[in-house]
């Protein structure tokens, strides 16, 4: 119950952990702010947040595969719903900074994200001589 328990928590935790400095990096990469001239921000920088949300998921997803013994894939979808639901929560609140297209397409992106990264855990022989 603990490793189960613990392994969504360390995904949910890598999730906020590596958030803020890839959008740190990201928003580095493309100056100037989100709301642009009362646009909600480029296409550039929006999806290319989009693509980091991924990645992010992805390394979430396989975190939590990793913790989990028994029913990984079944841990990972637990997260994907706990991202969704702060996901929900985070894109509201952000709404008026980036066009609808995004926060649509961030929340639909969430749960296979982190499935993806589960699958990649068990599937692709991640798991064979595996020191954790």
């Known amino acids: 119950m603990i490793r189960s328990v613990s392994a969504v928590i360390a995904g949910f935790m890598a999730y906020g952990l590596l958030t803020m400095p890839l959008s740190n990096l990201v928003a580095s990469i493309f100056p100037g702010n989100f709301i642009v001239d009362g646009t909600r921000g480029e296409i550039g920088i929006n999806l290319a947040l989009l693509v980091q949300h991924v990645l992010i998921s992805l390394i979430c997803g396989f975190i939590t595969a990793l913790i989990a013994k028994k029913n990984p894939m079944g841990h990972v979808l637990v997260l994907g719903f706990v991202n969704l639901a702060m996901g929900i929560f985070v894109q ?38 595996s020191p954790l």
């Open 92 to 129: 509201i609140g952000a709404w008026d900074l980036m066009p609808p297209w995004y926060h649509i397409s961030f929340l639909i992106l969430v749960i296979p994200g982190v499935l993806l990264g589960g699958w990649m855990k068990t599937r692709h022989g991640f798991d064979t001589a």
